[in-house]
């Protein structure tokens, strides 16, 4: 795991976008091989896809030779509603870059067949040689592409039901209006996403500092779909100061320290070429079964256990003469005084002395 932070959003984005293009350019796509990316919606990616759009008008990088899959799509709305991920996607990006129409693949929420959209579109995938860079944001509620906590994380390309976190973030996209957010998306699965050769996920702001610290500093768990990130090979994220509030100094000064490490000795943190050059083999991140011991029925427990044992297997203690038996009577100080809860000390003091003398 990587996870490079900068001091705001806009360094953040600047550093993913970078990293796109230097991955693509290492890659050397072409019509034959090209370079397959997976690609985000959502507020976050928005800067970087405005980077990319400037670099390419820069000149600095072409995506003649890039093929996207595009991670989710809502179920239902139509694909030229302004809030369809189509549409967010032509109009922050592909719009403004060389990408063929033809190398764009994303999944159709309108499908007669919703299920056989999902199966084609991993066939898809798996016809282009896999994904080489998914780039992904997440949900306040850790979910990665549209995984909603309690996704399996052995999941694909499926339709999923939104929860109610997410339909409420999104309802700032439709009015405001809970109604109006679809119930419903299409999304890659979780293993689709561990699929891909490298996955970049950037993550700003501080609403999203709990999910961050779930993912990072805690085990994998379905109910934080982006933790299964733990299984992938070659992850990073990447995070505005503002979204690591939640995690431990030692944590950030941890991967801070591994980047200054780095630069120090004069080479920078790269992934191994087979994977920054060339389409290798799909990686196949396996989720192992855990492998603890199950009770299968209640054992039974021997008697001997619930059986007080005779007081003969103890060591005889002796006896304390505090623990002398006495009679209640001899502590009452005189008659009189039976009804009152609290004796009178100096009444009882001298009541003491009496006795003793
Ligand atoms: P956001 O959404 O970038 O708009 O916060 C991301 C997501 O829900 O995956």
Redesign the pocket.
């Known amino acids: 795991m990587r996870l490079i932070i900068r001091d705001n959003a806009s360094k953040a984005s600047a550093y993913v976008a970078s990293y796109i293009v230097d991955r693509i350019r290492a890659f050397n796509p072409t019509p034959e091989n090209p370079f397959v990316l997976g690609l985000?919606t959502?507020?976050?990616?928005q800067g970087v896809y405005k980077i990319l759009v400037e670099k390419y008008k820069a000149g600095e990088i072409s995506f003649e030779n890039v093929v996207t899959f595009n991670m989710d799509e809502y179920v239902g709305i139509p694909r030229n509603h302004p809030e369809s991920y189509h549409s967010f996607m032509w109009k922050h990006f592909f719009s403004h870059v060389n990408i063929p129409p033809s190398n764009v693949y994303m999944l159709n929420g309108n499908a007669p067949n919703l299920e056989a959209n999902c199966v084609a579109y991993e066939e898809a995938i798996k016809r282009h040689g896999g994904i080489d860079l998914f780039l992904a944001?997440?949900?306040e509620d850790g979910?990665i592409a549209f995984n909603e906590p309690g996704s399996s994380l052995a999941s694909r390309t499926r339709v999923k039901t939104l929860g109610y976190d997410?339909i409420l973030?999104?309802s700032r996209f439709f009015d405001g209006d809970i109604d109006k957010v679809p119930r419903m998306a299409l999304t890659v699965g979780v293993q689709t996403v561990l699929e891909g050769r490298e996955v970049v996920v950037i993550i700003l702001g501080q609403r999203?500092s709990l999910a961050l610290q779930r993912c990072i500093e805690q085990g994998v768990n379905h109910m934080w779909t982006l933790s299964s990130l733990q299984l992938h090979p070659h992850p990073m994220i990447v995070a505005d100061e503002d979204a690591t509030l939640e995690l431990q100094v030692k944590t950030v000064k941890y991967f801070k320290s591994i980047e200054k490490v780095a630069r120090e000795a004069g080479f920078e943190q790269v992934l191994p070429s087979k994977v920054r050059t060339s389409n290798g083999p799909i990686p196949l991140t396996k989720v192992e079964e855990v492998n603890s011991p199950t009770i299968h029925s209640p054992q039974l427990t021997t008697s001997r256990l619930l059986r007080a044992p005779p007081a003969a297997e103890y060591p005889i203690r002796s006896v304390s003469p505090d623990l002398v038996p006495d009679r209640m009577a001899s502590r009452i100080p005189e008659p009189n005084m039976h009804k009152r809860l609290t004796p009178n000390p100096e009444q009882q003091a001298a009541r003491q002395n009496a006795i003793i003398a």
Not at 42 to 45: A, F, Y
Request: proline share 15%.
């Open positions: 985000p959502g507020s976050t990616p944001g997440i949900g979910h997410t973030a999104n999203k």
